[in-house]
Each structure stands twice: as structure tokens, then as C-alpha cells.
């Protein structure tokens, strides 16, 4: 036996995989309990990608020998590839428990840690890491993502440029180091990488920051679904028809918690109609416990936590729930689990809502979108069918609740003078809209710019370039995080949101309409930056959606100069509120619904 298993050995090493298979599963036939066969032929597995089959034969091999780190380290490193997080985090704690220097499990750790958004203690463990091997650029890498996250920008830009000075072909950190940049509104360093190197680099989340370009968005999301389903897989579903009384809908999001997409979901999952539609969540992500989950968990037909599936048996649980429509709402965004669909597990597999632009994927049939983020005339710019609602793709809660509107000083703002407000987060700042901006408040005088409170570090960027302007830092104002009724309150002391682009507003801007305050927007290029048009269309405020940034510094000017005008805005705002369509729940339920059974129909 040990003369098969040396020979299985050698063929491994020679990379012929299918012979090395064969000679481990005979010494496995002669001794089932063989810990050198196990081990070796679970690796091999894992190096086919075939991690269910890896972990069992690498958990046997570790119950044979717990204290052997080299099949502790394998174990561990198939459940991370499998996505089993949980279970991988525990076998690299056992790891660790044998050999404490242990350079991979320390790293592999905190990449682990950091997908379960655990970014603290994600950091501790790539330091760990970094201080066995501190020319690591892949450790230095993580640590920028994590350092991101964790909104210590100028860190993270630190932690890329080191990438890049030990290997300057370490292309995502060219990406990443550009939107760490965004997000400091050090604009010169962000520019540093051009639209045509991004495209095949950078995350396609990322991209849309970053470019406007709808044939690049393309080819970037393009090139990331290829990477997510390499080859084809045998589909899940096969052209059967399912005889439901209802039609089964599956929402699939890792974001079923304290989220933008969570908030504009749940009032249509509450409002579905029954008679017609069983709805089911899939939830992929982490529950943080709370309101609007339980709320949207109580909303659902039937809710699923499969946050610590793998994908390949989401995929299965999916095609045996029989679903009709499986509906992603995460695309191309952080934790999402788009590789699901390359299985096939539903006739009808649609993207909405959470990610603003196409997925570039041939599993996905339809996005869902309306005539003015998805014209008809750009389909050649997206891998799906377009599926149009009318007046917009966008749901809004309409039972959201406001609080008592605070005074100017509890916000510290002015006790008079025009109040410019723009809630977006800072990475959307662009230095052309910046500049904008700041002609805004020199022309308006006593004028300040209400901002969402940032980092530390991005908040002296911006005070500085508006330094450099010739505007004194202490006309921008920042607001503080605070809790959803009293934020939506305090939009009443601004008198005009200013929305940014490429990429604009979207449930920021959804928010400031609620509670009443006008917002004025460019109309972009692409998906993500006419999204404040198409919510102010269906509030019937057209007249707020410019054509050109020149039109929108004219029109930002005109209304801060003409306060009788400005009130006329308000006021019409006001008066459409109860019924306008993108504050009609039931009216939204109606076009979407209608949108799935055609779907169907057409599948």
C-alpha cells in the first residue's frame, strides 16, 4: 500500500490528477482509514474545486489525525473555499492551537473574519499575519479592504500603496487604492487610474464610482461573471412546468438587515397579493437582529437564513422549493451571491433593486428598471432583457414615520441664511460637482453646505479643497448619524438637496423627497446616475432634473435666488406627496406584479 500511495503521490505532483485519484482510492479500498490517502485525495479534490467532496474526506482524514497541521490547513482552507465560514473559522482556531506562527491560518483568518463583517477582529489577525511575513503584499492587501471597511481611508490608502511598491502588477490595488481615494475626496490620487485600466480590474460596484461609460460597465461586470461561473455547470432547472396554484417568488439578498435595500423591500413583501403569489426570502448575508428584519421576516411567506450555505446548495434548496421567479437583489455589490443563478435553480431569474447597472451575466433573463435608468434604446448595454416599469423601478415605504423637526442650532446650523444640503456618501463627491458647489456658495452669501458627517480623514479633505476654493471650511456642516425619524426631520431646516454625479442620489435621495425637500439632480449617462430623475418623475418634479451640470449650477442659482419660486417647489412637493406615484406602495405592488406574471408567461 504504501508503495500505491507513493506512486499516487508523484502522479499528483506531475499533475496528472486523474491517475493520482485512482491510486489513492485504491490504497483507500485496501485500508478505509488510510490518513495519508484521506488526506492526499481530499487535497487533490479541493484542487478540482470539488469542496464537498474535499471536506469529507479531509474531516475524516482530521478525526484520524487532529494534530496534523498540514490536513488541519487543507480542512480549513476547502470549508473557506466552500463558503462555510463558520466551520473554517473553527479548524483555523484548532490550526492555530498546534502551531501559533502559523503564517496562512493567521492570514486566511482574517479574510474570513472580514467576510463575516467582523472587521476588528479581521484586522488583528492579518496584523498577526503581517508580522510573520511583512512583505506580504497579499496581507498588506486585505488589510486595505479591511482598513476600508472599517472607514480608516487614509490607512487603507497607506496599506495599497504598499501593495503596490512590493508588487506594482498587483492590479485590484490600483482599483481599490482609487476608490479609498473616492472616498477621501483626494480626487488627484483617484484620477491616477484611467476608465479603460479599471474596466477588466476593478469590482463592477466599484466601476459604476468610477466611470459612466455603459460599455465598459458592460465588459466590467462581463468579465466579473465569467469569474464567478468559469464554465458552464448542468442547470438545476430543466424546462419542467410547476403546477402552483400561486406563483412562487424567491427574493435572494444578503441585505436583509439595517439597509437601504431592506427598507424599500419590505413594504412590497407586506403588500404582495397572496392569492396570486407565495413569497419566499433567501437570506445569504449576516442577521444583525434588527427592527426591519424581523419586520421583513415576519413579512415573508417564508423565510430562509442560508447566510452559511455555500452557493452551489443555496442553488439546490432554491431548485427544490420549485421556485417560479428567483429575484436577485444584490448584483455586483459587496456580499452578494450572484454565482447562485449559474446553476440555474428557477425558470425565471431576474436582478432589481439593490445593484444599479447590468450583471454582465447570461444566467440572469431580465433587470428590472424603467424608461429613464434602462431606456429601451441602451439594451445593447446590458447582458439581460429589460423589463420596464412604469413610472419607476424604485419602492419606497410610505408608512415611514418622521420625528419633531429640530432647530437649526441643535444641528448647527445658521440661524439664517441658505441651507444647500447633500446627504450622499463622500465617494460620490466629484471634483466637477465639488466646484460646482463652491460657486454655489460664494454667489449665495451666508449660504453653507449641509454634508453627511464623514471620517475624520475625508472630512479634512473636503474642508481643504474648499480652503483652496476660497470658501472657510466652517461654511460646510456636517450631520452626525442619527436615528431614521429624527434624520428624515431634520431635512426640513435644509432648502435644497444637491445631488451628485456620475453616480447619483438613490434612496438618499428617496429620503430627502419624503420628508419634503426638493432635490435637484443632473441626469447622467448611465444607469446609476439618473436614478434621482426617474424617483423625481414619479414625484412630478421634472422641472428638478437638468440636462447638463452647467443647467444645474444655472437652476441650483436661480432657486436660492428666488425664494418665492423655491416655495413653489416645496409646496408642489407637498401637494403630491399623498399621491404621487413614488409614494404609492399599492400602485408600485401593481406594476411589478404585473412585471413578474409576464415574465413567466414569456420564459
Known sequence: MRQLFEQGVAAHRAGRLDQAEKLYREVLRADSGSFPALHMLGFLKAQQGRYDDAIILLHKAVRKNPADPAALAHYAHALMAAQRFGEALTAYDRLLAFEPRHFEAHYNRGVVLSQQQRHKEALASLDLALALQPNAAAVHFNRGVVLAELERHREA????????????????????????????CDWDRAAQISAEQAVMLAPPLTFLGLSDDKQLQLACASATARKLAPKPVPPLWRGERYAHDRIRLAYVSADFREHAVAFQL??????????????????TGFSDESAIRVRL???FDRFHDFAALNSDDIARRLREMEIDIAIDLGGHTGLSRLQIFAHRPAPVQASWLGYPGTTGAAFIDYLIGDAIVT????????????VQLPDTYFPTDPQRTIGATPSRMDEGLPEQGFVFCSFNNA????????????????????SVLWMKQPPSDTRISLENEAAARGIAPARLVFADDAPLEMHLARHRLADLFL?????????TAADALWAGLPVLTC??????????????????????VTESLADYETL???????????????????????????FDADRFRGNIEAAYVRMLELR
Open 157 to 184: 490608502l497607506e496599506s495599497y500603496d504598499r501593495v503596490l511598491a512590493l508588487d506594482p502588477g498587483y492590479a485590484p490595488a490600483l482599483t481599490n487604492r482609487a476608490m479609498v481615494a473616492s472616498s477621501l
Open 266 to 283: 419590505t413594504p412590497l413583501i407586506e403588500r404582495h397579493d397572496r392569492n396570486r403569489f407565495q413569497v419566499i426570502g433567501i437570506s
Open 297 to 299: 421576516v415576519r413579512a
Open 375 to 386: 431606456p429601451p434604446q441602451d439594451q445593447h448595454f446590458y447582458s439581460e432583457k429589460l
Open 427 to 446: 465617494w460620490k463627491i466629484k471634483r466637477p460637482v465639488f466646484d460646482i458647489w463652491m460657486r454655489l456658495l460664494v454667489e449665495v452669501p451666508a
Open 499 to 507: 445631488d451628485t454625479l456620475p453616480y447619483n442620489a438613490h434612496a
Open 523 to 544: 441626469k447622467g449617462n448611465a444607469f446609476a446616475g439618473r436614478v434621482a430623475a426617474s424617483l423625481l418623475g414619479a414625484a412630478g418634479l421634472r422641472e428638478l
Open 556 to 582: 441650483a442659482l436661480s432657486l436660492a435666488r428666488d425664494p418665492a419660486r423655491l416655495q413653489g417647489v416645496r409646496d408642489k412637493l407637498a401637494r403630491n406627496l399623498p399621491t404621487a406615484p413614488l
